[in-house]
């Protein structure tokens, strides 16, 4: 099993940029999870999908902010435009239905410049 | 808004000795979960906890819920560089499946 898959893993960009961040989710799992991690502000939830449909946005900050599920294999989230304070790890998680367990990926570390 | 409060934020400790962390929160959990991240990694789960009152047991890690569903306690005896990491706490509210509010958490320095 190789796990939530992330990529990339490092992204530096130029402020106003579209900055698009990929997740593949642990096969079998139906939820799937973005966060955001940040020193000032810990880990936040941004969004959640079950079953590839967005259960609950709220922490999305703003427009700029968009997700996709297309199919139980793979989320993607966009920044357009990318600002400065949107530098951060970005994790995807997925969760399965016979357990209690969200699975981490690795993260995309952005750099906004 | 962070509905989660750990403390302490920052700990270090030498190896062999013991370390508790803390969660509390003025809201009701419906599960409370903790977690240890390492550096470049995502958080990893150690255990979840139901129950009011709940006590869990990991190696040398104890994890207690409170009475309430409102704090929770992680206790590390005799602690080893190995446990070095960020731990955060996550829970639950009774009306919001899946959904978890994560503290900031504490990170934990054992040196040799």
């Known amino acids: 099993d190789a796990g939530v898959i992330q990529s990339p893993r490092h992204e530096v960009t130029e402020m106003g940029q579209e900055v698009t961040l990929r997740c593949k989710p642990i096969?079998?799992?139906?939820?799937l999870f973005w966060y955001r991690q940040t020193m000032m502000r810990g880990l936040e939830l941004l969004i959640y999908?079950?079953?590839?449909?967005?259960?609950?946005d709220s922490g999305m900050p703003e427009d700029r902010f968009s997700a996709k599920m297309p199919n139980a294999s793979f989320s993607t989230l966009k920044i357009q435009p990318s600002e400065p304070r949107d530098s951060a790890v970005y994790f995807c998680?997925?969760?399965?239905?016979?357990?209690?367990?969200?699975?981490f990926g690795p993260g995309t570390r952005l750099t906004v410049l | 808004t962070q509905l989660l409060e750990q403390s302490p934020q920052f700990l270090s400790i030498q190896e062999g000795e013991n370390l508790t962390v803390y969660c509390n929160s003025s809201s009701v959990f419906s599960s409370l979960q903790w977690y240890r991240q390492e550096p470049g990694e995502g958080p990893v789960l150690l255990v979840t906890?139901?129950?009011?009152?709940e006590v869990k047991k990991l190696k040398r890690l104890t994890f207690q819920f409170g009475d309430a569903r409102k704090d929770s306690s992680l206790h590390i005896t005799a602690a080893q560089t190995g446990d070095t990491g960020l731990y955060l706490c996550?829970?639950?509210?009774?009306?919001?499946?899946?959904?978890?509010?994560f503290g900031a958490g504490t990170q934990v320095v054992v040196t040799p």
């Open positions: 999908f079950n079953n590839n449909v967005p259960i609950d």
């Open positions: 906890v139901v129950t009011g009152g």
């Open positions: 996550a829970g639950a509210a009774t009306d919001s499946w899946g959904k978890f509010q």
């Open positions: 096969s079998g799992h139906n939820s």
């Open positions: 998680a997925s969760w399965g239905t016979n357990n209690n367990e969200q699975f």
